[in-house]
């Protein structure tokens, strides 16, 4: 997966936030206050529907916001060459939220949203607040685990178990052929 851009409007303190991404590892830098974890918990409301302050969503809402100005959020990502963008609402209340695969709408209502994006991605929101979107709090979070757990965890992340099981077949079946130099 590759996130490429995330837009939101009125949430927590950002009237409106566009930003764009490059490929490979992303960190967000700046100074206490600056809006890194309001970015980082939208682009997780955006994957997971989850929450990410306490408290209600609505009060995820800009407070400099008019009553009249809506509330939302887009993701646009690429996975498996397949272009999606999420887009979900805090206001106006009777909006759905939106799943689009390559232009075409898949899903509609928070609900399946997630369930399509969970089944396109080939994990859930626990695997995606695990390992996707690391607090800084929780990035030794990993390492602390089971070796086993780790690694078949990181097996499903990476779509490595089809070469864990065919090393293992290939040493089953190891004929014992030395070659020289």
């Not at 997966?1 to 927590?12: E, G, I, T």
């Not at 409106?16 to 700046?30: A, I, N, Q």
């Not at 009060?59 to 397949?82: F, K, M, V």
Request: glycine share 8%; with cysteine.
């Amino acid at each position: 997966m590759h996130l490429q851009r995330l837009r939101v409007r009125n949430w927590c303190q950002f009237r409106e936030f566009d930003m764009e991404f490059s490929p490979g590892l992303t960190f967000l830098v700046g100074p206490n206050g600056s809006g890194k974890s309001n970015a980082l918990g939208a682009i997780r409301w955006l994957l997971t529907g989850e929450n990410p302050n306490e408290g209600v969503m609505a009060e995820n809402i800009c407070q400099e916001a008019p009553e009249s100005e809506a509330a939302d959020g887009s993701l646009w990502l690429t996975h498996r060459n397949q272009e999606v963008v999420i887009t979900k609402y805090l206001r106006p209340e009777k909006k759905k939220s939106t799943l689009h695969v390559n232009g075409k709408q898949e899903a509609l209502g928070e609900r399946d949203v997630c369930a399509k994006l969970f089944e396109l991605l080939g994990m859930d929101g626990g695997a995606i607040n695990r390992f996707l979107l690391i607090a800084q709090s929780d990035i030794f979070g990993i390492l602390a685990e089971q070796p086993e757990t780790r690694s078949k965890t990181l097996q499903k992340l990476f779509d490595t178990g089809f070469a864990a099981e065919l090393a293992d077949l290939t040493a089953k079946h190891d004929n014992g052929i030395t070659l020289t130099d």
